[in-house]
């Protein structure tokens, strides 16, 4: 029913940016929050950050002042403008979407993307 479809991922060298994308695909009247995680190998997933329908975001504290995120409400759609990036940056970026909306129906299930390559290296 959902599809999110990510992009914008690659290799960077530190210092760099990176913008992903992310769009959600289907029948879809809204969605309250869409946001981005990341797992790097080894670890957990984490979330890097988050922005409701009313605008409020939250980020990691490990991205706050380099990571911004924006949302195009009527395309269902979410970025992730990465700058200065840290080696430490490196992961799957997975794309989240929580309480979407179709035909009236409410679904609060996340629902996720298949993850796109970011890697930080010199």
């Known amino acids: 029913q959902v599809q999110l479809v990510e992009s914008g991922g690659g290799v960077v060298q530190p210092g760099g940016s990176l913008r992903l994308s992310c769009v959600a695909s289907g029948s879809i009247s809204s969605i309250n929050v869409m946001g981005w995680y990341r797992q790097a190998p080894g670890q957990e997933r984490e979330m890097v950050a988050v922005?409701?329908?009313?605008?409020?975001?939250n980020f990691a504290e490990s991205v706050k002042d380099r990571f911004t995120i924006s949302r195009d409400y009527a395309k269902n759609t979410v970025y992730l403008q990465m700058n200065s990036l840290k080696p430490e940056d490196t992961a799957v970026y997975y794309c989240?979407?929580?309480?979407?909306?179709?035909?009236?129906?409410?679904?609060?299930?996340?629902?996720w993307g298949q993850g796109t390559q970011v890697t930080v290296s010199s």
């Open positions: 922005e409701t329908r009313t605008g409020s975001t």
């Open positions: 989240n979407a929580v309480g979407v909306v179709i035909a009236d129906a409410f679904y609060g299930m996340p629902y």
